[in-house]
C-alpha cells in the first residue's frame, strides 16, 4: 500500500528525483573528465579529445534536465519576495498553489513538446556534427525530467488541498 505523506522528498517522487539528480550529478564528472582530458591532450601532446564540445554539450543539457526536479522539491528556484514579503499566510497560500499549478503545466508541456522534437529528431536521423552521435536520445532525458516534475508538481498541489503544509 502507498502511503500518501505531505512531505514530498520522502515520497517516491522524492527518491526518484534524488536518483535523477545523482545520475546528472555523474554526467557532469564525465564532462568534467572529459573536458580536463581533452585541455590536458591539447597543452601536451597538441591533441584534444575528438567531440569533446559535443560531448560537452549533450552531457550538460542533460545534467540540467535531471537537476530541475529535485530543485523543484527542494524549492531551490529563484523566488523574488519583494511583493510577497507582508502578505497574510492565505494570500502566501493561493499564490503558492497558483505557483505549483503554473509550474506543473509548463512542465508537462515542455515534456509533451520535447517529446515530438525528439520523435522528430530520430525520423530525420539528426545527428552531431563530429561524433555523429544522434540527437533523439538526448530529448529521453528531459521527457523522463519534466514529466517527473509535472508529477512533483501535481503531488504537492494535491498534498496542499489535502491540507498539507505547503512548505
Known amino acids: ?19 535523477l539528480a545523482l545520475t546528472g550529478g555523474f554526467i557532469m564528472l564525465v564532462v568534467a573528465a572529459v573536458t580536463v582530458a581533452s585541455i590536458i591532450g591539447r597543452t601536451t601532446i597538441g591533441q584534444s579529445i575528438e567531440g569533446d564540445y559535443e560531448i560537452t554539450e549533450m552531457g550538460l543539457a542533460m545534467a540540467i534536465f535531471l537537476f530541475l526536479p529535485t530543485c523543484y522539491i527542494r524549492k531551490g528556484h ?6 510577497t ?22 512542465s508537462f508541456t515542455f515534456a509533451y513538446r520535447m517529446t515530438l522534437s525528439g520523435f522528430e529528431a530520430k525520423e530525420y536521423l539528426e545527428q552531431s556534427m563530429l561524433l555523429e552521435l544522434p540527437t533523439w536520445w538526448t530529448f529521453i532525458v528531459g521527457v523522463i525530467a519534466m514529466t517527473l516534475c509535472g508529477l512533483c508538481g ?11 503544509n505547503h512548505e
Open 78 to 83: 529563484v523566488i523574488v519576495d519583494l511583493f
Open 154 to 164: 501535481l503531488y504537492r498541489l494535491s498534498a496542499t488541498l489535502r491540507g498539507g
Open 1 to 19: 500500500m502507498i502511503r500518501f505523506t505531505t512531505d514530498l522528498q520522502r515520497s517516491f517522487l522524492g527518491r526518484a528525483s534524488d536518483i
Open 85 to 106: 514579503a507582508n502578505c497574510k499566510p492565505n494570500t502566501l497560500l493561493t499564490l503558492g498553489i497558483i505557483s505549483d499549478l503554473v509550474f506543473t503545466l509548463v
